[in-house]
């Protein structure tokens, strides 16, 4: 049972460029989420979805775009990167709401320079 | 919105020790309070959660209490070991976060 994926787990990107980071998770879970992490800033919402084909902005939204197309999987997008973008991005899943505790993915550290 | 604060940023610890750390909240209406441990280069880990009937919620060498009247709840760690040493994170009902605690348990 591999819970929540992220791939890649490291990208250096040029200010500018874009980029699509993926979550999968095989629990079923019906909630999805994407948090940023920066030095002592704690975790961030950035987007989140309660069901496939639905999306919603959380606490940091711009810059950003998702897609829950299938319901494991949830994709952040950067249409332009920029370097306040640089941080460490952690995709979490849950199984009704955020009442019932977050499962994780291992995290996916981006550099934009 | 909801509005978590935690506290200390830092503790240290030595080993055998216990540590508390403590998160406040401002929503009246949160009703699940999650704690996690983070690991160095892994993802946050549930390790102990309180919903608010409750008053205190225990699993081993962890507990956690709620005041939900004074609106904080702690996270208490017994007998610490240097493998609990990690950062800590509280929330309220999961969408916003404490800014963290990094916990250190010297041998």
């Known amino acids: 049972n591999a819970g929540v994926t992220q791939t890649p787990k490291f990208r250096v990107l040029k200010t500018g460029q874009s980029m699509t980071l993926l979550c999968a998770q095989d629990?079923?879970?019906?909630?999805m989420y994407w948090y940023r992490q920066d030095p002592g800033m704690g975790l961030r919402l950035i987007h989140y979805?309660?069901?496939?084909?639905?999306?919603a902005k959380g606490e940091v939204p711009d810059g950003y775009n998702v897609s829950r197309l299938k319901k494991q999987n949830f994709l952040l997008g950067l249409e332009s990167a920029a370097p306040s973008q640089t941080s460490v991005y952690f995709c979490?899943?849950?199984?009704?709401?955020?009442?019932?505790?977050?499962?994780f993915g291992s995290g996916t550290r981006l550099t934009v320079v | 919105g909801e509005n978590v604060e935690q506290h200390p940023s830092t503790l240290s610890v030595q080993e055998g020790d216990s540590a508390v750390i403590k998160c406040t909240y401002s929503?009246?209406?949160?009703?699940?309070f999650p704690w996690y441990k983070q690991e160095l280069g892994k993802g946050p880990q549930l390790i102990i959660d309180?919903?608010?009937?409750?008053g205190e919620k225990k699993d081993q060498r962890i507990a956690v209490t709620l005041n939900k009247t004074a609106k904080h709840f702690s996270l208490h760690i017994t007998e610490t070991q240097p493998e609990d040493s990690a950062v800590y994170f509280c929330?309220?009902?999961?969408?916003?976060f404490g800014a963290g605690t990094r916990l250190t348990v010297k041998p």
């Open positions: 979490a899943s849950s199984y009704e709401d955020s009442s019932y505790g977050y499962t």
């Open positions: 629990m079923n879970h019906e909630y």
């Open positions: 979805s309660v069901g496939e084909g639905t999306t």
């Open positions: 929503d009246s209406a949160s009703n699940y």
């Open positions: 309180i919903r608010s009937n409750v």
């Open positions: 929330a309220a009902n999961d969408v916003r």
